[in-house]
Structures are given as C-alpha cells and as structure tokens.
C-alpha cells in the first residue's frame, strides 16, 4: 500500500543536477535532479554514514561527499567495486507538491 507525504512544494527542491538534503515525515532524505526527473533515496552512505544529499551529481549517480562512492538514483546500488545498496523512494508530483512514497 502506497503511504505519499509531501516532500516539498514544486520548485522548492533541487534545481536540475543538483542535490539536496530535504525532511518528510520527520526523516531526512537525499534528493537529485537528474535533468528534471526528481530521485529520493535514503541519505546515509553504508560506507561510513555519510550524508548523501550533501553529494553531487556525476550523469545519473549521487556522488558521497566523504569517499566518492557512487550510487543510482534509479536502483540505489554503488558502482563497483562497492555494490552496497541504500533505498530508493518512488516520487511523483501532484499538483504543486512532490509526494515520495515511504510504503
């Protein structure tokens, strides 16, 4: 079942090859525009619990701005050699507000 929660207002989050830390819910979450299409994921790196959404943008990759760990914003898996793994939210927007779905 879907559980959508406003992540933010449109034109609020990132601008396109950006990425930022954004609260929903109570919890922080890794926000990129990868040209347009927003990704959410969860913001800690599994390597060192680095904070993700203070990364960059590398094509469609969240860069980790402690170790350079490189992970999807579509599937959240590290290139190799690292192959750790954070979660991926879906989001949508709906009207003027960005929803993820935390379910």
């Known amino acids: 079942m879907a559980d959508w929660v406003r992540l933010f207002g449109e034109g ?10 954004v ?7 890794c926000v990129a525009n ?11 790196c ?5 904070p993700l ?3 960059t943008l590398e ?6 701005p402690w170790h350079a760990w490189c992970f ?9 050699p690292e192959r ?5 939210f879906p989001v949508k927007v709906e009207g003027d507000e960005v929803l993820i779905n935390l379910a």
Do not use: F, I, K
């Not at 609260?23 to 979450?29: D, K, L, M, N």
């Not at 990868?34 to 800690?44: D, F, I, K, P, S």
């Not at 094509?59 to 980790?64: L, R, S």
């Open 23 to 29: 609260e929903a819910a109570g919890v922080v979450y």
């Open 72 to 80: 999807s914003t579509v599937t959240g898996v590290a290139e190799p």
């Open 59 to 64: 094509g469609e990759a969240v860069v980790c």
């Open 34 to 44: 990868v040209e347009g299409r927003l990704a959410a994921m969860e913001n800690v």
């Open 53 to 55: 959404g203070q990364g």
């Open 12 to 21: 609020e989050g990132p601008a396109v090859g950006e990425v930022a830390e």
């Open 84 to 88: 750790a793994q954070v979660r991926v």
């Open 46 to 50: 599994p390597h060192r619990d680095a």
